[in-house]
């Protein structure tokens, strides 16, 4: 489900009740509520807004959990879900091309934040989706949003020079991407080739492990080819804040996140807790999105060239100039300590290094 097109199309009600309070709530409302989108609105997700999702509205109207009449997810069947269905009356809601939705509306067990989830809910876009294409990656959408990028200081250290100065960005469109790091099985179902060197006989499991020794070329030929991109610095950033500002994302037993670095081990495998390896994908707590291993097991490409911040708003920042011949990762690794792990730790590598089993790959994808 995704791919909303609005067609405002007159509409009329036999209950003189439902016409007045239509109109009412048109007049008032309506700009707002189409900017919540028609996908959101196809309740019974049929790919057309009109009398079956308004019917199945009225019949779920009061304090409703995580059900698909809640269009903007606070919780309540009520007048302003009423106000998203009529909105967009008429419209019509392709579903993904490229995906299969798994999930429409973000499971609050999952996606803790609140804010969060009325956000997700606010694109019309299905929240969970597996790329149909091989090798069928999984994925969670990511709201537009600004937030503060740069250094988030933990208890136990500053920041170094290049998470500096902060500066706000804003991301004006949601995006997909990936919940957990490119698997190992994953990789050689589209090359035929596995680079790894956690890999089997001598490692357990390796096709669940994350896919490592590449190059920032290979890990965007290999997205590329599967429909997917790498994400952007600000991209992954703001991903794995999840809506928190401490140096480390959320817990569930630190819901508004963290700066203790000896926190990390729940959240990443890294040097204390991993035996001098990389472990299998999703085996530790996701932040508030639902993104797993952003701390941690090994390193992942961005498509940004390594470069200096500026202390000015930016929107939709894509990195510095290729004069700096560095390509950016993110995220720390399984040799390192929880320092290198956190939300505003930068690292920089040759594109065309790949001989580390440190860096790793995360894809995303536009809507």
């Given at each position: 489900m995704a791919a909303c097109i609005s067609r405002p199309t007159a509409f009329t009600f036999a209950h003189p009740v439902i016409a007045l309070i239509a109109a009412t709530a048109a007049l008032l409302f309506a700009s707002a509520a189409r900017a919540q989108g028609a996908c959101g609105a196809d309740i019974n997700r049929d790919g057309v807004v009109g009398p079956a999702d308004l019917s199945q509205l009225l019949g779920a109207w009061g304090a409703c959990s995580n059900c698909t009449a809640d269009t903007n997810l606070d919780g309540a069947v009520n007048a302003a879900d009423l106000t998203v269905v009529l909105a967009n009356w008429g419209a019509s809601c392709a579903p993904l091309t490229w995906a299969t939705t798994l999930e429409y509306s973000p499971n609050p067990a999952v996606v803790t934040s609140a804010a969060m989830r009325q956000a997700i809910a606010a694109t019309g876009r299905p929240w969970r989706v597996?790329?149909?294409?091989?090798?069928?990656?999984?994925?969670?959408?990511?709201?537009?949003?600004?937030?503060?990028?740069?250094?988030?200081?933990s208890?136990?250290?500053?920041?170094?020079?290049?998470?500096?100065?902060?500066?706000?960005?804003?991301?004006?469109?949601?995006?997909?991407l990936g919940r957990y790091e490119v698997t190992q099985a994953q990789w050689l179902a589209v090359v035929g080739l596995n680079p790894s060197f956690f890999q089997a006989p001598n490692y357990p499991n390796s096709g669940n492990r994350p896919v490592e020794r590449l190059s920032q070329i290979q890990a965007a030929s290999f997205a590329a080819s599967s429909g997917l991109r790498l994400p952007t610095e600000a991209e992954w950033e703001y991903a794995y804040r999840g809506g928190t500002t401490t140096a480390y994302h959320s817990t569930p037993r630190a819901p508004m996140g963290s700066d203790d670095q000896n926190a990390v081990v729940n959240i990443g495998w890294i040097e204390a807790n991993s035996s001098g390896q990389t472990h299998i994908v999703g085996g530790l707590a996701p932040?508030?999105?639902?993104?797993?291993?952003?701390?941690?097991?090994?390193?992942?490409?961005?498509?940004?060239?390594?470069?200096?911040?500026?202390?000015?708003?930016?929107?939709n920042p894509t990195g510095g100039s290729s004069a700096s011949g560095e390509r950016v990762a993110r995220g720390g690794s399984y040799n390192l300590p929880p320092y290198y792990a956190g939300a505003s730790k930068r690292f920089k590598f040759l594109p065309n290094y790949q001989f580390s089993p440190i860096i790793g790959v995360r894809v995303a994808r536009n809507p």
């Open positions: 597996r790329t149909n294409a091989s090798p069928q990656i999984e994925m969670l959408l990511v709201p537009p949003g600004t937030f503060q990028m740069g250094c988030s200081s208890i136990q250290a500053g920041c170094a020079t290049d998470e500096v100065p902060v500066h706000a960005v804003t991301l004006t469109s949601a995006f997909y932040n508030a999105l639902g993104f797993h291993d952003m701390s941690g097991n090994v390193y992942e490409w961005c498509s940004d060239w390594y470069g200096p911040y500026s202390a000015s708003p930016q929107t």
